[in-house]
């Protein structure tokens, strides 16, 4: 019989679950590192991370490869896990066959009724990339380049859906996170709640130049592309050319055919 992991974060707000103070912060410690209270879970992540996260050149990458399955919910073929790469709830990390991890990126699946992350086949996610789920889910198809310094944020109502062969830029935010309640003067914002936009759904073949942000509720159609420090606040059609701030559509690719 196996010690599978148990959801620590599954009621109430992260906030609240992470910063609660009856208990101690070692279970605090497993509920934002591994969402987990299995003993022996923990004792695998901290040797693993101890032994092999930081350990740089071919080396590094033989340990990490030969270990970090052991962590990780399921790792396919081939796939390099750069240096300094921080795992969190890696039971509900998915990694396909063929994946870059680079140097420096957080894969953070936490959440008490989330699925987590997926990253399918050849993709590449960059240096101190950003993956971070919030009781939300990111799916990233095969064969995207997630650029350097990237954030993908997903809160729960608000998942992040990215399709095959998807360019990213460096310095690109994808804030899957609705607005916080601004009714009242009294209470502070996070107390009044935040009011989920259905997330972020991106189709194949999207070019994203850096410094995009794409805000919650968007849907952006395949075969478009995204100018550099546009922020889309709007769904973008398919062959769009879009950029600004506001944004504003140039021309449609299927014109110049």
């Not at 019989?1 to 070692?26: C, V």
């Not at 896990?81 to 039971?91: E, K, T």
């Not at 991890?101 to 086949?121: F, Q, R, T």
């Not at 997903?154 to 804030?175: K, R, W």
Request: charged share 15%; aromatic share 8%.
């Amino acid at each position: 019989m196996t010690n599978k992991p148990k959801p620590g974060l599954s009621e109430g707000t992260l906030h609240e679950q992470l910063t609660d103070t009856s208990k101690s912060a070692f279970a605090r410690y497993q509920d934002l590192a591994l969402g987990s209270n299995s003993l022996w879970y923990l004792v695998k992540y901290e040797l693993i991370m101890l032994f092999a996260s930081w350990v740089p050149g071919a080396l590094g990458l033989v340990l990490r490869k030969a270990l970090y399955p052991f962590i990780i919910g399921k790792v396919g073929r081939n796939v390099v896990f750069g240096q300094g790469v921080a795992i969190r709830h890696g039971q509900k990390i998915t990694i396909g066959d063929g994946v870059i991890i680079d140097d420096g990126a957080v894969l953070d699946a936490k959440g008490g009724s989330n699925h987590g992350i997926v990253i399918a086949n050849n993709t590449i996610v960059s240096r101190n990339v950003v993956l971070s789920c919030k009781n939300g889910d990111i799916t990233i198809g095969s064969d995207c380049t997630i650029g350097i310094s990237t954030l993908v944020h997903a809160m729960e109502g608000s998942d992040v859906t990215i399709g095959d062969n998807v360019l990213i830029g460096a310095f690109c935010y994808f804030i899957g996170s609705g607005p916080y309640g601004t009714a009242s003067l009294e209470l502070p914002f996070k107390k009044q709640g935040m009011t989920p936009q259905g997330g972020i759904k991106i189709a194949d073949n999207v070019w994203f130049g850096s410094h995009v942000q794409v805000l919650d509720g968007v849907v952006i159609e395949s075969g478009s592309i995204i100018g550099a420090s546009t922020v889309v606040n709007k769904n973008v059609g398919e062959y769009d050319v879009v950029a600004g701030v506001p944004m504003k559509v140039l021309k449609n690719r299927r014109a110049d055919d």
